[in-house]
């Protein structure tokens, strides 16, 4: 006998309303929809792929049950809302994801209305929430604010801060924990134990809710002394509850993919006159997707690859990956050394770290997403006479800023910065660019700022940190692989402050700063050719700047020019501050500074991020020109001359 085929439900919904005339039981089918769509998806585009197959029951059940948007929906982080994108009007455009003109990889307050708060960044979701929930508790006005935020993102102490002062919003506030067992990097730490023994008590949570179906049949006086004895038997099989002990009603734990439990559960949420609420969820990352179940991370974030195999499109074999070439030297450099230790906050391959890690196991700390805590354990090792490397991406970095200036600047502490990520990413977009790191810290006194030109000067600057115990120093480096030079056997140790020329000319200087001196080098040859001889500099230090070599550019050469992969304030404004100050401005010199806009780009890919910055060697020979005042006539016609 033959099966009817099933009609496709994800066809029929565009919106959360239209979800919500679907019947419960037809939930299960729309989410095997939504899944495989996600996956098609991310298959074409690439992304974060296992967090968004975790959740995709829950964000069903989420838009089912509550009025969104005017229930306020915040997924912390946000790599996980590829799902709820598809459901919420976007559908049309989820292959666009992560590129240029397209969909962002994250939530985002300017692409739809169901992205109420825009997020990238760990566990920022429970604040933002209670600041919905509170606002709309003060006007009177209906709609929860929701939280989803995972286990690991619950490691971070901002998350506790908003926890601990939630009390005001009532039951205006739910926030669901998706309990995944899993971040980017396993957890870490006494939370993730204390969930995994909240998980594992299988045979007590059997017996609460038997005794809350027993409760419900008994007068009420003896209904309040049943729940009052669960409560103490949940504080004596687990160690006490911690979400109650900060005043939320702890519910679960409960399937995170079972739509009729998540449905009921939330609906219960939902109508609850008490609060604030925490539901505990535990899910798997990956789910449905045979290819992420069986991955070490769940395919957490992926290139673009075959649904079929679930293999990754991989390009031709490059030089390393510059985190790679980072940890793999400073585990080298430890072998000699056992005072070089390394920290990372929950991002060890992506730092590098891992390659530590596994050479010198018992010096290597992931503290998870705590970022304040890892710069202000790396000041306390360093002040007992470690050698700490702290490695984090520079974005990351500015969650801990009044640590660096606090705990180890002003103290002079010799903390070793490893700045991952510096500069543009790419598909990642501007919450993860590494855009302001130059200007927050070489603004700092006693602070020693490199920036490597390519792998092979991110080995001479790591042993050169590891080698610098005068105080705090940072090194930065981009996201992705080199350049392509030959690594060296043996590392330099750099003289502080100084810089190198690269290439010698008469009329005009380029004073770069980290990897734009490849596209430098291309300018050069183009000015070149136009009859203009070109110096090009790498001056490996924003701070402290090679104040003789500055000035013997400037004052040699009709035009100066800095670049670097940073904001506004870093090095151009210092070497302009130099000049001012050693009055090399009033001898008219024509100094130019290049820097990325004074604006947060899109994501795109690299190059073309760079070009849109005006930071590649088409928009150096623009920038020269227009200093000289010359169009290409002229140039060619003095070249003649």
Known sequence: ???????PLLDQVRYPADLRKLSPEQLPQLADELRQEVISAVGVTGGHLGSGLGVVELTVAIHYVFNTPEDRLVWDVGHQCY???VITGRRDRIRTLRMGGGLSGFTKRAESEYDPFGAAHSSTSISAALGFAIANKLNDKPGKGIAVIGDGAMSAG???EAMNNATDAGNRLVVILNDNDMSIAPPVGGLSAYLSRIVSSREFLGFRDFAKKVAKRLPRPLAEGLKKTDEFARGMAMGGTLFEELGFYYVGPIDGHNLDQLVRVLENVRDAEEGPILVHVVTQKGKGYAPAEAAADKYHGVQKFDVITGAQQKGPPGPPAYQNVF????ATLANSDPRIVAITAAMPSGTGVDKFAKAHPTRSFDVGIAEQHAVTFAAGLAAQGMRPFCAIYSTFLQRAYDQVVHDVAIQNL???????RAGLVGADGCTHAGSFDITYLATLPNMVVMAAADEAELVHMTYTAAEYDDGPIALRYPRGNGVGVPLPEVPQKLEIGKGRIVREGKKVAILSL????AEALRAADVLEARGLSTTVADLRF???LDEELIRRLLTSHEVAMTIEEGAVGGLGAHVLTYASDAGLIDAGLKLRTLRLPDRFQDQD??????KEAGLDADAIVDQVLKALRWNEGAVEEEARA
């Open 1 to 7: 006998m033959s099966v009817e085929p099933k009609t």
């Open 83 to 85: 799902p709820h994108k």
């Open 158 to 160: 901002m998350a506790y």
């Open 327 to 330: 940890g793999e030297t400073l």
């Open 414 to 420: 010799p903390v070793r910065f490893a700045i991952d």
């Open 514 to 517: 980290g990897t734009r001196l």
């Open 542 to 544: 924003a701070k402290p």
């Open 605 to 610: 890919k690299p190059e073309l991020q760079y």
